[in-house]
């Protein structure tokens, strides 16, 4: 028999299942190599630690590129040619939404979701799939899902600002409906129930925004933390302030992605940006969460095993902090 979760998790009913989904896309990305870090990180075996630590039984989900995609879609640009600018849509809106529909079976039932990343276009299904599931448990907006967004990018051009038009830098613009389905097969299954508020919605970790993600934080008001923010202020007051903004009764998705740490902490990832999170800041904010006892789901994501190959042990170790931490295990007495 599992132990409970030694912090109380409110809003699930599920304590002692873990549902773990590896989310093997990269095709949100302008490389590959994403799609292999959830297989890195299981094979780490830190998810038998998290189990013999006796506070969760772990279920698995294998979603991947080759095996649940089939030949549905070929994600070759013949096969599924750009819209709106936006490369292999097709592909990405079939993958997020199995993943969307993955996470709300498990949250539907009250269990913690980890999703393991795969690319960040996958936060379209991650959150899409809390934010549904929510709505049917709870009702209206009694319990709205609130979002942390920890990342150097802000991840919400739409296919009109993007200057690359790959996918994984959308996520939070289609899961908030800020950009909508471009038609049959393109993100058409995303309805109103899936949306999350921006106005719950908080980013930590900034420093590598284009303009036109400025512009549309600003006319959405949305509450971002910058890295110049974290230095200035500390991040045990910045923890303070996101909590405080997003409130004691509500349920929190933390969408991660390896890239708010520096890259020394965290160097196998696809876009590395210097100034970043220490690891000791990004599990802080980890714990905190996991204090709230409001914490339902986590996506770790952006793990690169081909970039930096000799580095990726280190990578591995600093995301399995940031996880244990989320969940309580180790680290209770920062
Ligand atoms: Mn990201």
């Not at 999350?196 to 930590?204: A, D, E, M, Q, S």
Request: proline letters at 4%.
């Amino acid at each position: 028999m599992a132990r409970q979760a030694s912090t109380a998790a409110k809003f699930l009913t599920d304590h002692s299942c873990l549902a773990i989904i590896a989310a093997r896309f990269s095709c949100g990305a302008p490389r590959g190599g994403a799609e292999l870090g959830p297989g890195a990180l299981i094979d780490s075996r830190i998810f038998s630690v998290i189990q013999s630590k006796g506070s969760y039984v772990c279920s698995f989900d294998n979603l991947s590129q080759d095996k649940s995609l089939g030949n549905a879609i070929e994600s070759s640009d013949d096969s599924d040619p750009d819209v709106d600018g936006m490369k292999s849509p097709r592909t990405v809106s079939l993958a997020a939404k199995r993943v969307s529909e993955c996470v709300y079976a498990h949250a539907r039932q009250g269990r913690f979701v980890m999703t393991l990343g795969g690319d960040h276009s996958m936060g379209i299904g991650t959150l899409t799939g809390s934010a549904r599931a929510l709505r049917e448990r709870f009702g209206g907006t009694s319990a709205e899902l609130s979002v942390l967004w920890v990342d150097a990018h802000a991840d919400i051009n739409t296919p009109e600002t993007s200057l690359s038009g790959r996918i994984h830098g959308m996520p939070v613009a289609f899961a908030s409906g800020l950009a909508k389905s471009r038609g049959k097969n393109v993100f058409d299954w995303i309805t109103e129930t899936h949306l999350i508020n921006l106005k719950k919605f908080v980013y930590i970790g900034l420093r590598d925004v284009d303009e036109a993600e400025e512009n549309l934080i600003k006319e959405n008001g949305i509450k971002a933390f910058t890295m110049d923010d974290v230095r200035r202020q500390g991040i045990q007051t910045i923890m303070d302030l996101a909590l405080e903004y997003l409130g004691d009764r509500t349920p929190i998705h933390v969408s991660y992605d390896i890239d708010s740490l520096d890259p020394e902490w965290a160097p196998s990832t696809g876009f590395p940006v210097t100034r970043g999170l220490s690891l000791e800041e990004g599990i802080y904010i980890s714990h905190r969460l996991h204090k709230t006892g409001n914490l339902i789901a986590m996506d770790l994501v952006e793990i690169n095993p081909l970039i930096q190959p000799s580095k990726l042990g280190k990578t591995l170790e600093s995301a399995a902090s940031v996880i244990k931490s989320a969940l309580g295990i180790d680290r209770e007495d920062i």
